[in-house]
């Protein structure tokens, strides 16, 4: 009995060889690489460089573009680019042009030293985080556009471990970088980290190639589409307005108004407490962040340190977690993973209590960066199953943009003032503040998944 759950345990893993479900490794990678480089490393070189943790925490806000990035996800799912739309297709074309502007903006980035002039420090972050955010929004369509549903779960696994091992690369790689070169080890300087963000601006060529070498998707515009432009053509026919104008108007209605409208409709009751459950799944990991590396310095860890402990180790234990989450979500369902993974993402915030009455512990370090990591990996993994499967294929791009957005404008926002509650209060009871924050998750999810065992048995 014990041999043949095991035999089914491991023919589960087979989906992990899946052609796409493999190519969403390379893919994860380019979305992954820019988010640190704007958030986490980015607090790591302005507390080093004397900045306090009050203005670390507002600039925190520049993540915000993420939760904002549904006003313009309907072009993106929508919008044909010149000639690049022709050569590459709709998903491909929107990828490559966001991946050449990050390259770009990482290369201003590195050539503002924060010191001097943090305004430029900061414009250039909020286009890498534009940029990025845009990226995002045309690789999760062609996510969830490339399979079947089955295969969700194995290809948010896989995407997450591309984008874990590029925040290795993000995050370790830069401190490595920086640590190499920089010959005043006591004393700030700004060279060695403009060098290491010279090399990840170089490194964009990883997703610039993958996207040039990737098939599009096999996803004709759907039919839903060309109806809801249809009606909305005879709606405004009634209004006398010349055919050019109509057109645009109706063609606004089908791209923005209908995906959201598509929703609502198909939900009913559910939307609210569905978004509701998308807004605060991830609070509590989100709120903590923008703080642990300012943290790690103040605890008197050495770049060196954080970059084998917390950017290497972590993160292989997130990709290790991001697969325990891809089996769980297809063994036992998404919702059941979805509970998991927010009971053990609050419960880990408080393990950094313990670690901040320890002082200077790597030991200490490499146990609590285990568990946090191995839990935010189960986490994500059924988070992203789970958001995937509430999109329409008509409107992948623009609702799942809607989706992630919302994930993001609460936690992006209270993590602003993250800086001005540890200067008030300190650490430790920061981290049990977060902790808490994930307590009403559990209801949430309790509540979702009473509702769509409700919506199954109904629909039988």
Not at 8 to 15: G, N, P, T
Not at 30 to 44: N, Y
Not at 329 to 347: C, E
């Amino acid at each position: 009995m014990k041999s043949a759950a095991l035999l089914d345990w491991l023919s589960a893993l087979r989906v992990y060889t899946h052609p796409r479900v493999l190519g969403m490794l390379s893919l994860g990678f380019s979305a992954g690489l820019p988010l640190l480089l704007i958030l986490g490393t980015l607090s790591f070189w302005l507390r080093e460089a004397g900045i306090d943790r009050t203005t670390i925490g507002h600039l925190s806000w520049v993540g915000l573009a993420y939760g904002f990035k549904w006003l313009w996800a309907p072009l993106v799912d929508r919008l044909s680019l010149p000639l690049l739309t022709a050569l590459l297709g709709r998903r491909r074309a929107w990828l490559l042009l966001s991946q050449v502007v990050i390259a770009c903006s990482l290369i201003g980035l590195a050539n503002s030293d924060p010191v001097i002039n943090l305004a430029y420090t900061v414009y250039f972050a909020l286009i890498v985080a534009f940029a990025s955010a845009t990226q995002d929004i045309a690789l999760d369509a062609y996510r969830i556009e490339a399979v079947a549903a089955e295969l969700q779960g194995a290809m948010a696994a896989t995407y997450q471990a591309g984008y874990r091992l590029a925040m290795i690369f993000a995050s370790a790689g830069v401190l490595w970088i920086a640590a190499a070169v920089d010959t005043s080890v006591t004393t700030y300087a700004y060279e060695p980290w403009r060098f290491a963000y010279l090399v990840m601006a170089a490194s964009m060529i990883v997703g610039i190639v993958t996207t040039l070498i990737i098939n599009e998707p096999e996803v004709a515009v759907s039919k839903l589409i060309y109806e809801n432009e249809q009606l909305a053509k005879q709606t405004i026919a009634g209004w006398r307005l010349n055919e050019k104008l109509a057109n645009i108007l109706a063609w606004l209605y089908g791209a923005v108004i209908a995906p959201f409208r598509d929703f609502i409709v198909r939900h009913g009751r559910q939307a609210l407490l569905i978004l509701a459950l998308i807004a605060v799944y991830r609070i509590s990991d989100v709120v903590m962040g923008v703080m642990s590396n300012p943290f790690y310095v103040d605890m008197g860890y050495s770049k060196d340190e954080v970059a084998t402990v917390s950017k290497v180790y972590g993160v292989i234990m997130t990709i290790l977690g991001a697969v325990v989450g891809g089996l769980l979500t297809l063994k036992t369902g998404v919702m059941r993973t979805l509970f998991l993974g927010a009971v053990l993402s609050a419960a880990t915030n408080l393990l950094f209590v313990w670690l901040a009455g320890r002082g200077h512990d790597v030991s200490a370090l490499v146990l609590t960066i285990s568990a946090d990591n191995l839990s935010a990996g189960i986490a994500s993994c059924a988070f992203i199953a789970y958001l995937s499967g509430l999109t329409n294929s008509a409107y992948s791009a623009t609702q799942y943009a809607l989706f992630s957005s919302v994930m993001l404008l609460l936690p992006k926002f209270i993590a602003g003032f993250s800086g001005q509650f540890v200067d008030a209060y300190g650490y430790e009871t920061f981290f049990i503040a977060t902790a808490l924050l994930g307590v009403p998750v559990l209801g949430l999810v309790w509540l979702a998944g009473q509702a769509k065992f409700e919506t199954t048995i109904s629909n039988k």
